[in-house]
């Protein structure tokens, strides 16, 4: 056996770039930020795996301007792990040359430029991840080798304090640092006292104070007012025909109007239908302003947060028994933590999409836009590993059509997966279409396989305004086609439905109209809002919640 | 803008319904979204829809929309005026529904 064998390259690598960036060090780990770029072009070496902290919410906006100065001849070629592209600087870094592969989970506000720059050969992508696949990743083969993170305040030691807004730093940085990475966070604010220790300053390496605070996007509020009464009823049809139905205490609901819609008539309509504490007790959620009047009505027991929500610091801080707070009483986020309860904790996801395929499938991919997955398919989808029982769960499971087919005489659960779809959207766009545009997308950025956010197989429910499709309940793909045909409206998918079908598909409980439900369509309007604005929202607060100013129309 | 009109004439088969001769109901004008004119008008049982958008190009679904309305709810010898304001298929069979709810409930009185 040869004995000289290196068994620590990373660790002297990692030692000789700490030392090397020893002249831009001022006290303890601080530099300043006029340093920033130096300090990038002395520990970035080309190749490295760079993981530039963008979040759903928090980007570390300043160390992401720095990166696209560094010299191009001193860092290229890198490789850009990150879970979200949310900034110009995000895919500036690309067009400068001084990134060229990247691996990543959702880019919303860039899509349309990311697909471009795929195109024209300026990005090599990886793959396309949902979060907690490239949170794995991170612990396996995509390790990164410098993290440019993001927190609120530090000290001169390096103990950050990442607060309301954890979200992926603590993930980013256990990776990165355990596997000999290096560290440099931008920081707000640096401080002599921490609030809260949330990462150990013996894991962080260089500490910035950036010019401005980082930015942080209010992705969760939605104004009570721009919600619509068909919302209004589809949100009626799924309280009384799934919520209630399966009794569901532990749930998800994605971003979005009709999830709003939904919160807002918990103590109203849920009141009505004597629902309180038999559904919605438990979420893993962001901190949703249009929560606020069922929590305040008792709603509400549990929440775990992916990340903040600008404007609920106070609400949430004094709101202990429902948030997951510090010892400094203010909000713990950390999104990994959510996505893995979401996937095993939660018994529903609820969510709306762009486009559903005669045979399920559904998307938010347009031909023009690589928008990514984000943390949706992890909370939609039936986790196969699960393990332990609910009452939802286990109802689901015993209506699967074709559980006999795969496991026998064995019963299993299934996670409800709802789907909340509008036949037709603004300017007319179906929301029900023969072929998704996921796979024009796949052809023209080249990429394995359509990107498909929730599969057919995973989805059990899908509602529109025409009535519930129970498509888990379906023993055959012919029936579940059916089934999606009868609740498709007015679209191409839906004119193909046939009078006769949909009537047995009724009288089996597959398909549920309105009428079925017991919902009186008249009702539904914006009067069933518990809150018909944002400024309700803070009434209900008792004035606690803060809304950002855009919000702010009174 | 340039608004389109369209002109749908409706037969339902059977026994139809229509309202009294001189009743006549303007429905759900605050939703922004559209506005409903329902009167009796003799038409050999069958239904006239006059509709003003600014839409183009969904003739064939708004007339899918009003036939599948007229036929469920056995309606003849009526005259329907709808101005539209951008709805989707939906609205406008959701807010069809809701006007002749709230004309049976006028007629009651």
């Not at chain 1, 150990?200 to 992705?219: C, H, K, M, S, T």
């Not at chain 2, 239904?47 to 679904?61: H, L, N, R």
């Not at chain 2, 304001?85 to 709810?101: D, E, G, H, Y």
Request: with cysteine; charged share 25%; aromatic share 8%.
């Amino acid at each position: 056996m040869e004995n000289n064998k290196v068994w620590n390259s990373l660790k002297r690598d990692r030692m000789s770039r700490i030392r090397a960036a020893i002249p831009y060090v001022k006290m303890g780990k601080e530099v300043a930020a006029e340093d920033t770029v130096s300090l990038l072009e002395t520990v970035i070496k080309p190749h490295d795996k760079v993981n530039i902290e963008g979040d759903n919410q928090k980007q570390a906006d300043f160390l992401s301007e720095c990166l696209c100065q560094v010299s191009k001849e001193r860092v290229h070629d890198l490789h850009i792990v990150q879970s979200s592209i949310a900034l110009s600087s995000h895919l500036d870094v690309f067009e400068k040359g001084i990134a060229t592969k990247l691996d990543y989970s959702f880019s919303g506000p860039q899509a349309g430029r990311m697909a471009n720059m795929i195109r024209e050969g300026k990005i090599e992508l990886g793959a396309i991840h949902t979060y907690l696949e490239l949170y794995g990743r991170y612990f396996i083969d995509l390790t990164p080798r410098v993290a440019l993170i993001a927190a609120e305040k530090a000290d001169i030691n390096g103990n950050l304090y990442t607060g309301f807004n954890t979200e992926d730093t603590p993930v980013i940085v256990e990776a990165a640092k355990f596997k000999q990475g290096i560290i440099i966070v931008q920081v707000n604010e640096i401080v002599d006292q921490l609030p809260r220790v949330d990462i150990p300053g013996d894991w962080v390496d260089f500490v910035i104070q950036a010019p401005r605070p980082f930015y942080v996007e209010p992705l969760f509020t939605r104004d009570p007012s721009l919600i619509t009464d068909a919302q209004v009823l589809r949100a009626m049809m799924a309280i009384k025909g799934i919520y209630a139905e399966y009794g569901v205490q532990r749930l998800n609901h994605g971003v979005g109007f009709d999830t709003a819609a939904i919160e807002l008539l918990l103590p109203t309509y849920g009141e009505e239908l004597g629902l309180k504490g038999k559904i919605c007790s438990y979420f893993g959620l962001n901190p949703h302003p249009t929560l606020i009047p069922a929590i305040e009505s008792g709603w509400v027991k549990n929440i775990h947060c992916f990340g903040g929500e600008n404007g609920m610091e106070n609400y949430i801080k004094e709101r202990s028994d429902v948030f997951f707070l510090g010892p400094d009483d203010s909000l713990r986020s950390n999104r990994a933590f959510t996505q893995v309860a979401g996937h095993y904790a939660l018994d529903m996801f609820v969510g709306g999409t762009l486009q559903i395929d005669p045979y399920g499938n559904s998307s938010t991919a347009t031909e023009s836009r690589v928008a990514g997955f984000g943390g949706a398919p992890n909370m939609g989808c039936d986790p196969h590993g699960r393990r332990h029982a609910s009452g939802a769960w286990l109802k689901c499971g015993s209506e699967n059509g074709i559980q006999s087919q795969l496991t026998g005489d064995l019963p299993r659960g299934k996670k409800l997966v709802v789907q909340l779809q509008e036949t037709f959207r603004e300017k007319m766009a179906p929301g029900f279409v023969e072929k998704l545009d996921a796979w024009k997308l796949a052809e023209s950025a080249d990429m394995e396989l359509p990107p498909v956010m929730i599969y057919g197989d995973d989805v059990t429910h899908i509602v529109t305004e025409e009535g519930i499709a129970y498509i888990h309940k379906c023993a055959s793909m012919e029936e579940r086609m059916a089934a999606i045909r009868a609740v498709a409206g007015y679209t191409k998918v839906g004119l193909k439905e046939k009078p006769e079908e949909t009537k047995e598909l009724r009288r089996k409980g597959i398909v549920k109209t309105p009428e079925d439900l017991g919902i009186d369509i008249s009702r539904a309007n914006r009067s069933m809002l518990a809150a018909k604005n944002v400024r309700d929202l803070v009434k209900w607060s008792g004035g606690l919640y803060n809304p950002p100013a855009r919000f702010r129309n009174w | 803008m340039a608004l389109h009109e369209m002109n749908f004439k409706i037969k339902a088969e059977g026994k139809t319904e229509s309202f009294p001769k001189e009743w006549s109901h303007t429905g759900v004008v605050g939703s922004g979204d559209m506005e409903i004119l329902m009167k009796h008008k003799e038409l050999g049982g069958a239904a006239e829809v006059k509709i003003v958008t600014p839409v183009t190009g969904f003739d064939e679904i708004w007339e899918k929309v009003l036939e599948k309305f007229i036929f469920e709810n056995k309606l003849g010898n009526v005259l329907l005026e709808i101005n539209d304001n951008n709805s989707t298929p939906f609205i406008v069979a959701m807010r069809l529904k809701q006007a002749l709810i709230e004309a049976k409930e006028g007629m009651k009185q």
